[in-house]
């Protein structure tokens, strides 16, 4: 009998060959700024932990007796009778830190992103999106059925003249950008999509994933940094990158929130989330809030491994944020540079096709608040003795 999966089989040899099959480091401590992975000590620039939360001892004080209060579960999906004080408390703690009238939290910042997009356009309706936004974006907007049109990267003047040629075209519109993007660290350029929006009527919407505890009065996200409050219809963010947690939320009008109570299919159809994820989460925010030192620090670093990796002669590409690709070229080589960095002592992920642009390949680092500077030196030092014997540096 033949294997009908043997083509998954014949894939997986082509990746070999190719030397883009990737196997998954297994972490064996916490997430810190130096992990074991794999059994090796190394210094850890591949996390999202921006401000070391994942470890912080009031967020893991404030999961463990949620879990001795509330047990370890749910029990349910949020409309049925998995809704819990503590899923409210979050709710309303983010909205109030927004500045916005209300909250929904989803179980990870995909399923908000999925979730919402789905729910609030019809195949009549148009999405005009940057060529570069997360993959949560481009799998709701294919989920909607709605039109979708891409225009090229941070491009407010072909996003604009999308939104014109829509003018005359039943149906809404929604403009959508992420607010930095993953791969390259640069900023979404909202003053302009913003107005873009506002001259068509187009509805806005912002996925803050990675500016999210990182950008803003204290972690706030890109529409604070560029003081877009009231301007942005939808706000996306992450509770699992710099809150070091789990989860999804969308802010926005109660109307918004509301009609995604009763329409958005993760909220829906799946399991809400324990309640030590939401407790953990409500501390993180006390935290943003009264330690503003970690952002501080976070940028600092930000500022000193990206002067660093400039001055040894790297390109960084045009990042303007901690995350910081090393920009290689070609796959393979993105892969190997990760490998030998990994055997030297540094973890960060090599990317390339499909994740970025063939010939774009890179290895992305992310430093975080809690890098030190002797560990920061040791990493640049490895970056420079590893890419000149692979011949990446001159
Ligand atoms: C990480 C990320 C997400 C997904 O967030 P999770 O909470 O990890 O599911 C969505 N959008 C962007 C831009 C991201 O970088």
């Known amino acids: 009998m033949s294997n009908p999966l043997a083509y998954l089989h014949d894939q997986l040899e082509d990746w070999r060959?190719?030397?883009t099959y990737q196997r998954l480091r297994v972490l064996e401590s916490e997430s810190a700024a130096e992990s074991r992975f794999d059994g090796k000590e190394v210094i850890n620039l591949a996390s999202n932990n921006y401000l070391g939360l994942t470890t912080h001892p009031r967020l893991r004080e404030a999961a463990l007796e949620a879990v001795r209060r509330f047990g370890v579960g749910s029990g349910a999906?949020?409309?049925i009778s998995g809704t819990m004080r503590l899923h409210m408390q979050l709710e309303e703690r983010i909205a109030a830190f927004k500045?916005?009238?209300?909250c929904v939290v989803f179980q990870s910042g995909f399923a908000a992103n999925a979730g919402?997009?789905?729910?609030?356009l019809t195949p009549e309706d148009h999405i005009v999106s940057d060529e570069l936004n997360h993959a949560s974006i481009i799998d709701g907007c294919r989920l909607s059925k709605a039109k979708i049109h891409v225009f090229p990267h941070k491009d407010t003047a072909a996003a604009e003249k999308i939104l014109a040629e829509l003018d005359s075209v039943a149906g809404r519109k929604l403009l959508i950008t992420d607010g930095v993007f993953s791969m390259d660290g640069d900023i979404g350029p909202l003053p302009g999509l913003v107005e873009a929006a506002e001259r068509h009527g187009a509805i806005m919407m912002v996925d803050d994933a990675h500016a999210s505890g990182v950008l803003g009065r204290n972690g706030r996200g890109t529409i604070d940094h560029f003081g877009m409050h009231g301007r942005v219809q939808v706000q996306v963010g992450t509770l699992s990158k710099a809150v070091g947690v789990l989860g999804g939320y969308v802010c926005g009008s109660r109307d918004l929130i509301e009609f995604l109570y009763h329409r958005a299919r993760p909220f829906l159809f799946s399991t809400s989330h324990p309640p030590a994820?939401?407790?953990a989460c409500l501390a993180a925010f006390d935290v943003l809030e009264q330690e503003p030192e970690r952002i501080d620090q976070l940028w600092a670093n930000t500022r000193y491994f990206k002067q660093g990796l400039v001055a040894a002669g790297f390109d960084t590409g045009?990042?303007?944020t901690p995350i910081t690709?090393?920009?290689v070229g070609e796959a393979r080589l993105a892969f190997e540079f990760s490998r030998a960095l990994f055997d030297a002592g540094v973890l960060a992920t090599g990317i390339g096709f499909p994740t970025v642009p063939k010939g774009r390949a890179r290895v992305r680092t992310i430093v975080t608040s809690t890098h030190t500077r002797e560990e920061l030196d040791r990493a640049l030092e490895i970056f420079r003795t590893v890419a000149r014997r692979m011949g990446i540096l001159g």
């Open 325 to 327: 690709p090393v920009m």
């Open 116 to 120: 919402t997009v789905s729910a609030i």
């Open 17 to 19: 060959t190719q030397g």
């Open 277 to 279: 994820v939401a407790a």
């Open 318 to 320: 045009i990042s303007e």
């Open 99 to 102: 500045n916005v009238e209300a």
């Open 77 to 79: 999906v949020r409309t």
